[in-house]
C-alpha cells in the first residue's frame, strides 16, 4: 500500500486552519459585555425582544468559544492512539454549535408565544439605543470572521452567527421604532418570532453541512465521480475501486482509494503525481493509494462498490 501524506509538500498548509484567536478574542469579549447590557435593559424595559436576543448573544458566545477551541484543537499533533490527531473536533464543534441555536431558538420562540396573551408595554427608546449598539458589535465581530467562512465551515458557522444578529439587532430597532410610533405591543413577541425564523433559517445550512462532515459524507465542493475518472485515466491503470473521500477536519479532506495496475511497477513518480494532482484540482490533502495486480485467483474483497 502507497500512504502519500499531503502535508508533505508545498501545498501542504493551504487548507490548514488559519489563526483567527485575536478575532475570537474580540469576539468573546465584545459579544460577553453586550449579552450583559441587553439583558439588564431588556429587564428595564420590558422587552422580549430584547431579551431573546440577549438569550441568543450568549448562545452565540458559547458557540464562539466551542469554534476557538476547535480551532486549537485541529493542530494538535497526531499520537499513536489518535492517529489524525484532533481534526475532527472543528466537526464536532460546527455541529454542537448548531444544535446549541436550535435549542435557543426553541426557548425564544416558546416565550414569545406566551407572550401574544400577556403584551406588555416596552420602553422603545431604550430598546433602540441598546439594540443599536448590537448592530456595531455583531457587524464588527461578523467582519473578523468574514475572510475565513468560505473555506471552514468551524468558521463559516461564527460569521453566520454574527452576521445575523447584526441583522436581527437591526430588526429589533425597527421594531422598537414601530412600537413607538403605534403603539401596538405585539409587535416585541412578534419580532421575536421572526428572529427564530432568521435563525433556525441560517443554522439549517450550518446543520446540514456538518452532519455530514460527523457522517464522513463527501464534502460539498467535492464531486466523487470527477476524482474517480480522474484516477481511472492515469497511465498504467486498469480499474478503480474502494474510493472514500472524507472530511477530516472543516478545512482537511482525506482519500483512500484501491488502484489496479497490472505491471506490476510501483512507482514514486505516479504516487507523488496523483497526491499532486488531487490537492491541486479537488483539494484533497491526506492521499492513501493502494496499487493491485488484479490477479483473479486472488482478487480484492473490497472490490464491489457496496464493501466498506
Known sequence: MAHDHAHGSAHAHDHAPKDFGTAFAV?????????????VYGYIAHSLALLADA?????DVLGLALAWGATVLVKRQPTRRRTYGLR??????????????????????????????????????????VAGIGVVINGITAWLFMAGSKNDVNIRGAFLHMAADAAVSLGVVVAALAMRTTGWLWL?????LVIVVVIAVGTWGLLKHSLDLAMDA???????????SYLAGLPGISAVHDLHIWGMSTTEVALTVHLVKPDAQIEDALLAQIKHDLHAQFGIDHTTVQLELGDKAHPCGQAPVSTV
Open 27 to 39: 469576539g468573546i469579549g465584545l459579544n460577553l459585555a453586550f449579552v450583559a447590557t441587553e439583558a
Open 88 to 129: 475532527r473536533s472543528s466537526i464536532l464543534a460546527s455541529l454542537l454549535n448548531a444544535v446549541l441555536l436550535l435549542v435557543a431558538i426553541g426557548a425564544i420562540a416558546w416565550e414569545a408565544i406566551g407572550r401574544f396573551s400577556s403584551p406588555q408595554p416596552v420602553a422603545s427608546g431604550i430598546v433602540m439605543a
Open 55 to 59: 438569550g441568543h448573544n450568549l448562545s
Open 218 to 228: 463527501v464534502p460539498p465542493h467535492i464531486d466523487p465521480q470527477n476524482v474517480e
Open 188 to 192: 416585541d413577541p412578534t419580532v421575536s
